[in-house]
């Protein structure tokens, strides 16, 4: 596949990148900053923002499937900090791609999310939600939902991953797969089963339309 991946310099872009160049596939990534990527075979660099219409164009010329990874970034993990991107980030893109991959003939497109956005919140730990309500968290997981229904009510061949709490294992586990909640998922995942379940879900068509919560089992 030649994969356009957004998102490729956060922690589990980069490891979606090296597992899809490791899998022969060629990926196109678009960056504000390409300095954080290093050039490799198969690898395409785009310097651009993501929200402009110009620059996705660019890079999405030539492939035909999309992996983003993008999320809504802060100064630091610390609940509390500051935002560095825009509030309404994620469906800002979101709502530029779609069109864009629609005139390009792409159809098929993964996008990591994450557990408790939209009708998956009510199965979350009650004290996780406080701190999604209570923190800027919460403002994350607003423009995930605000993505999952833009996504959802367009013509793409998409799946929605929606990983539990994320750990920097070096290790990638056996994952547990949650539809609605059945089985009950696990706490937690690693970012290395992420990145490898998000390529892998692009070439199975029982996951195309599909939410689904990942987990280590």
């Excluded at 309500?133 to 998409?158: C, P």
Aim: glycine fraction near 4%; charged fraction near 25%; charge should be positive.
């Amino acid at each position: 596949m030649k994969i356009l991946l957004l998102g490729a310099t956060g922690r589990t872009g980069k490891l979606v990148l090296e597992k899809a160049l490791e899998k022969g596939h060629r990926v196109h990534c678009l960056s504000r900053n390409s300095q954080r990527l290093t050039t490799q075979n198969g690898l395409k660099i785009f310097e651009g923002d993501p929200s402009k219409s110009a620059d996705l164009e660019k890079a999405i010329s030539g492939c035909n499937a999309i992996i983003s990874v993008l999320n809504i970034s802060r100064t630091s993990d610390f609940p509390w900090s500051k935002l560095r991107t825009p509030a309404t980030y994620l469906s800002e893109v979101m709502q530029l791609l779609i069109p864009i991959a629609e005139k390009e003939h792409i159809n098929r497109i993964s996008i990591c999310s994450a557990w408790g956005v939209a009708d998956s919140r009510k199965d979350i730990p009650k004290w996780f939600r406080w701190f999604i309500d209570n923190s800027n968290i919460g403002v994350a997981y607003e423009d995930h939902h605000r993505q999952e229904k833009i996504i959802v009510e367009s013509n793409l061949d998409w799946t929605i991953v929606r990983p539990v709490g994320l750990m920097n294992a070096k290790r990638t586990e056996k994952i547990k797969e949650t539809f609605e909640n059945k089985p009950k998922p696990s706490l937690l995942i690693s970012r290395k089963s992420v990145a490898t379940y998000l390529l892998d879900s692009l070439n199975r068509t029982d996951l195309v339309q599909k939410k689904v919560v990942i987990s280590k089992k």
